[in-house]
């Protein structure tokens, strides 16, 4: 599993803290950008808490799951039964590094905490997929910790960098400034930087046309 769990149910359920701290911020900043119908695709899914969480405060909205571990597409799946969202479709199995994507259309594409516990190339392949899948003006919305200006932004980010490092030396998180480099190569426009609790950032780009 790429992403740290807290504790499992017996329906199957993970349950994370740091989910239940951060997924009303998340909201605010969702609630403000995506639109007023559609499909939004949650890539790197994890536990199934923050879709579901999205889902029931979004009902105008579709939302697709998904992750490549099936761990987590298992865990989705037991917070679908209990929840029972009619708007949540059963989660997919989406590596980002591995073409064709399952889903071919989304009107947003989400992505929470992913890109840093992955190699600098799933990032680029997440950014070509989301440019194949979502119409013009499209939003690609990232969340998570980075580095701004060439720094860290707090000494916790920087040990969490480290811990990452030494779990994988493609690990860690990145520069903003490059992920928005990167973005405009593929064809998104940085719409909007958002400071968030515990030195994250939302992050949300549009699909140029």
Request: proline share 7%; glycine share 8%.
């Amino acid at each position: 599993m790429l992403k740290t769990v807290g504790q499992q149910f017996d329906d199957g359920r993970w349950f994370t803290a740091s989910v239940e701290r951060n997924r009303d911020p998340i909201l605010a900043q969702l609630g403000r950008v995506l639109p007023e119908a559609g499909l939004v695709l949650e890539i790197a899914s994890g536990t199934g808490q923050h879709i579901i969480h999205f889902a029931n405060a979004l009902p105008h909205l579709t939302w697709q799951p998904s992750d490549a571990d099936a761990a987590f597409r298992r865990s989705v799946e037991a917070w679908i039964a209990k929840e029972a969202p009619a708007n949540v479709r059963m989660p997919v199995d989406l590596d980002v590094l591995r073409l064709p994507w399952p889903v071919t259309q989304a009107d947003a594409v989400l992505c929470i905490n992913m890109i840093h516990v992955s190699p600098w190339a799933a990032t680029q392949a997440l950014l070509d997929g989301a440019k194949g899948i979502l119409p013009t003006r499209g939003v690609l919305f990232f969340y998570g910790p980075y580095r701004r200006f060439g720094r860290h932004t707090a000494p916790s980010n920087a040990a969490f960098d480290e811990e990452l490092r030494r779990t994988d030396p493609e690990w860690g998180l990145r520069d903003l400034e490059a992920v928005v480099e990167l973005a405009g190569a593929a064809g998104f426009r940085l719409d909007d930087v958002v400071d968030m609790p515990s030195n994250n950032f939302s992050v949300v780009f549009r699909r140029e046309g």
